[in-house]
């Protein structure tokens, strides 16, 4: 006991901020003030510059090759021009991605336009131009059509662009589903959540037009954006510019279309529907395998079936008599079963005979023929005092809750066929000029209705994102951005299934709005101001039962915090779902949804860039951001008055961030240099002795209680100590070596910080002890670290095929896991204490779509290996839970997949029609055969099977006038592969082979969903 508490009292010194020295801070003070003064020239300003492009180039004499000086290069159709200089040499930044007319002009020359330039964000797109002398009578421009580069010398480190036309033609209409097509990426089977070459999923950042769209409570993606609304999605996997902090394993920067000079639109509607795996229904049956892997029906209630029982089936009666056996006696012992409700059966077989009472009189009805009193086996009475009444197809619990058998009938229709609605996803999108081309507009909307696989798992919701671009001067931009992304999930039942009113319903809703001002002071200078907020809420109860237990407050029929667990039982308004089925303690049968809870995050954000082409060779960048996360949770699970969890936190943290970056770029040699700093300041108090965390009340030695803000009231931390700010300096260098114009090296190293999620800093704030089990937040953790290094080579074969490799490492630590307090009140929180290590290899071919060729496509391979001393931020609690002896090796992670193939082909066919294919090969995923042992486990030593899928799209287009129709059939596991999910419990899967619950049942969620097939039209204009 003295050794782990002096281990604890050890622990908060990892979790403390290491002051750096005086002199230390001098320097990266007047560091970081330099950049400040040069960023004040300019004012304050923000916003990623990796959500612009540059266009640059050399303008010569074709006859000569001699530089032309003071030619004019310009963006046909926009106010965007450059003038070369002495060398030929023109330069225009803070250019929208996407498709251009670049044209260079001269007097005495005839004019050249090269036309579809692609710009590409954060990336040079180089244009030289080759001008003509003309004769007085030669006033004809020359056009040429751009050919887009396939090795892009100006990139040092693993990304890729993905393009809207890529995007259109892929079978995904999710950014996760298309991420899941990119090399280096590992999707979780249980859960789908991405991992990026052997991070964590939260280690991800994503960015819509420079905002970023983090949940800051659980990081992950937090709103949904329609594919349709995306001009390009840059995949950023091998390490990234001084200009993206706050992640360590990748960038996914999406990048919303603008509009143009001439309208345009889309209307897309799809509809399909799920097909079966193998022709098995839904459900399969529960299964167990000691009884030759032979169905069960499940028995809610002593002698209430679900399911008509089989032969072989033993009821519940304390016997190993079976329903066969009783079904051959004869007379009184003879079993007897009766359908009372569809699919519902009884078992009356033991039921006392009573007398038919006739309602009128109230008295015994006899038999007229007889004379005879009428005896028959109902209502029944079971020995703990529960009540069958088979005529109004009710069950009386012994506490008085009733519960109406007719509800289970449509659950037993569902286990034997569909009954599910299509899915249904109608999209619209327009965008053109408002005001003479000055003001431009791009919208895109979209509503869909998801059925899921499993019953009850619908879901619907609809996304609108739009963007103004007003030019107020042909050097003064203003752009407002908009995301609105609203949801409903119904959730798929799992022990709750035969409870269809007590299911929980989550409501998701997501905003982003960015407004940008930005200003070129010349063609190579710039600057932006940006102001951005993301907002996200999540909500999840059993309708009409939501209640807050801080402030007292429910709705009707709900849960009444001023009454005691079990007077709201006796007042009916809560039940908790502890009436478990007579054979089978894996479903609930009866009772509330015991577990409540709302959220909310709103991210504002400031920040600026300030941009200059100082020389043909230099681009400096310099960017100062501030942001505000207001993160607000509060919910509750109630296992009774003895066992209720509350949690509740209200914080705003703040950070600061500041970067400057040199974009070097030579004949020989491309050079991203740069640097990051990073302050961040939590919120919060913590006890300072983690061992005596609260206030006792000195007459009986309880928590002692704070009601000045809730009437409930909230314990009192002893001795609070606020969380020290945390300073975070971040080099990173990347450099590309081109060795021709068709091979280039390149090699990435930095250093990536990222603040742990808000349910790790303050999970349980308030420090409420009613629960069984306690787990505490920290709000003094270290940011999370991670050191990363790449190399690899890119190599054009023929004017459509390309091929790289690229080899990686990663050393990560700081990462969360959990140390268990134990005094009276034990609990555990929240530590920097994990490492991991990721080593691998990418190899992608790619052969791109030419005029050549009705053939293109990609297939790359990824070899990574994620070790670490855990996957689980409840390894250190688990460890004590489990009395097994501490992790002190590395073992592969939850995410560990060795070998990731990917493949997508585009096959376009004669009579515009084409053929689009997605495919993906991954090893299997480790488990621990036998977690829960008091012996050391072998952790993550075995592996699920290997999973496989293929999705394909078949489209046909036709022409009518200036539209063009297209008509499509959107198929996903076109093969209805089943791959294997989840194998439930690894004891008996490992025994019997199947995935398996501990108590012998399978569940649909084992599997992967079927094939699903959408057919649809569109219509462009």
Request: net charge negative.
């Amino acid at each position: 006991m003295l050794n782990d508490l002096a281990r604890l009292q050890h622990v908060p010194e990892k979790t403390r901020s290491r002051p750096l020295k005086v002199d230390n801070i001098f320097k990266i003070s007047l560091f970081f003030l330099s950049i400040v003064t040069c960023l004040a020239v300019v004012g304050t300003y923000s916003t990623d510059a990796s959500t612009i492009g540059k266009i640059s180039g050399i303008v010569t004499d074709e006859a000569t090759n001699q530089p032309i000086t003071n030619a004019k290069v310009s963006i046909v159709g926009t106010n965007t021009t450059a003038t070369t200089n002495d060398s030929g040499y023109y330069v225009m930044t803070n250019i929208d991605p996407g498709g251009y007319d670049v044209q260079a002009e001269l007097a005495g020359y005839r004019s050249k336009t090269v036309q579809a330039t692609t710009v590409l964000a954060g990336l040079t797109t180089t244009i030289n131009f080759a001008l003509e002398v003309a004769d007085v009578a030669e006033l004809e421009g020359v056009t040429v059509i751009a050919t887009k580069p396939l090795i892009k010398k100006d990139v040092t480190q693993t990304t890729r662009i993905i393009e809207a036309d890529e995007i259109a033609s892929m079978p995904r209409d999710t950014v996760n589903g298309i991420l899941q097509t990119q090399a280096g990426v590992a999707a979780l089977n249980s859960s789908g959540s991405l991992h990026i070459r052997g991070g964590r999923s939260m280690e991800i950042k994503y960015l819509i037009d420079g905002i970023p769209v983090n949940d800051p409570i659980g990081r992950g993606l937090g709103l949904q954006i329609s594919t349709n609304a995306l001009e390009q999605m840059e995949v950023i996997t091998g390490g990234f510019n001084a200009e993206h902090g706050d992640a360590q394993s990748g960038v996914i920067n999406l990048i919303t279309k603008a509009g143009t000079n001439k309208f345009s639109g889309r209307i897309r509607y799809r509809v399909g529907q799920w097909a079966q795996h193998h022709g098995d229904p839904i459900y399969g049956s529960w299964l167990d395998p000691d009884n030759g892997f032979r169905p069960v029906a499940l028995e809610p209630f002593r002698g209430i079936f679900i399911g008509k029982p089989h032969d072989y089936q033993t009821p519940y009666r304390g016997n190993p008599i079976t329903i066969s056996e009783l079904a051959s006696r004869e007379g009184d012992d003879k079993v007897v079963f009766t359908e009372i409700a569809p699919g519902v059966y009884a078992d009356r077989t033991d039921n006392p005979l009573q007398p038919v009472i006739d309602p009128e009189t109230g008295e015994d009805k006899v038999d007229p023929e007889t004379g005879e009193v009428i005896m028959t086996r109902q209502p029944y009475m079971d020995t703990d005092g529960t009540v069958i009444d088979y005529e109004k197809k009710q069950v009386t619990l012994i506490d008085g809750y009733v519960v109406d058998l007719e509800q289970y009938s449509g659950l037993f229709n569902d286990t034997k066929k569909y009954g599910l609605s299509p899915s249904h996803i109608g999209e619209f999108a327009l965008s053109g000029p408002i005001l003479d081309n000055r003001l431009t507009f791009s919208f895109a909307s979209q509503l869909r209705r998801d059925e899921g696989y499993y019953p009850n798992s619908n879901s619907g919701g609809h996304t609108l994102q739009g963007k103004l671009k007003f030019e107020v001067t042909p050097q003064l931009k203003l752009t407002a951005s908009g995301l609105y992304d609203i949801r409903e999930f119904n959730n798929y039942g799992g022990s709750l299934r035969f409870v269809p009113n007590a299911i929980e319903v989550d409501n998701r809703d997501g905003r982003s709005l960015s407004v940008q001002l930005s200003h070129n002071i010349n063609s190579g200078t710039f600057y932006a101001l940006t102001f951005g907020q993301f907002y996200r809420s999540y909500d999840s109860h059993q309708p009409g039962r939501a209640w807050d237990p801080l402030n007292k407050t429910f709705e009707e029929n709900a849960y009444n915090p001023e009454l005691s667990f079990e007077q709201n039982q006796e007042e009916g308004r809560i039940r908790n779902p502890a009436q478990q089925a007579y054979n089978d303690t894996t479903y609930d049968v009866a009772g509330d949804n015991n577990f409540w809870t709302t959220r909310n995050s709103t991210t504002s954000i400031f920040k600026g860039v300030f941009a200059s082409q100082v020389t043909e060779n230099h681009q400096i960048q310099t960017g100062i951001e501030f942001s505000t996360n207001h993160l607000y949770n509060l919910g509750t699970t109630n296992y009774g008055s003895s066992n209720l969890y509350v949690e509740y936190y209200d914080v705003t943290p703040t950070s600061i961030s500041l970067y400057a970056q040199d974009k070097m770029e030579y004949e020989g040699m491309i050079v991203n240099a740069g640097i990051r700093y990073d302050v961040y300041n939590p919120d919060g108090v913590s006890p300072e002795d983690p061992t005596d965390p609260l206030v006792l009340n000195e007459e009986d030695g309880t928590i002692k209680l704070d009601k000045s803000e809730f009437p409930v009231g909230v314990p009192i931390i002893k001795d609070p100590v606020e969380p020290t700010t945390k300073h975070m300096v971040a080099p990173r260098l990347g450099i590309s070596f081109p060795i021709t114009d068709r091979a280039k090296l390149h090699f990435t190293y930095g250093h990536y910080y990222q603040i742990p999620r808000g349910d790790d800093l303050y999970e349980n704030l308030n420090f409420d002890m009613r629960g069984a089990i306690r787990r505490k937040g920290n709000p003094d953790l270290e940011p999370e670290r991670t050191i990363a290094y790449e190399v690899g080579i890119a190599q054009q074969f023929t004017d459509d095929l390309t091929f790289d490799i690229t080899g990686f490492t990663k050393d990560i630590d700081n990462l969360v896991n959990s140390v268990y307090v134990e005094i009276s009140n034990d609990y555990s929180y929240f530590i920097n204490d994990i490492y991991g290590r990721v080593q691998g290899f990418e190899l992608t071919i790619r052969k791109w779509r030419t005029g050549n060729s009705p053939v293109s496509g990609m297939l790359s391979y990824t070899y990574s290996v994620a070790k670490g001393k855990g996957s689980s931020r409840n390894l250190g609690y688990l460890t004590y839970y489990r009395q097994q002896p501490e992790v002190t090796e590395s073992h592969p992670l939850s995410w560990d997949q060795r070998h990731i193939v990917s493949a997508f082909l585009d096959i376009q066919l004669p009579f515009a029609s084409a053929v689009n294919f997605v495919g993906r090969y991954a090893s299997g995923l480790p488990y621990t055969p036998n977690p829960r042992a008091p012996i050391k486990p072998s952790i993550n030593s075995k592996r699920y099977p290997a999973t496989y899928n293929v999705d394909a799209l078949v489209s046909k287009r036709s022409r009518i006038g200036a539209m063009t129709y297209t008509f499509f059939a959107d198929i996903r596991n076109i093969f209805n592969t089943k791959n294997l999910y989840n194998i439930l419990d690894a004891v008996t899967y490992d025994r019997y082979g199947i995935p398996l619950t501990a108590q012998k049942h399978s569940s649909p969620i084992s599997w992967s969903s079927p094939r699903l097939v959408m057919v649809g039209v569109s219509l462009d204009f």
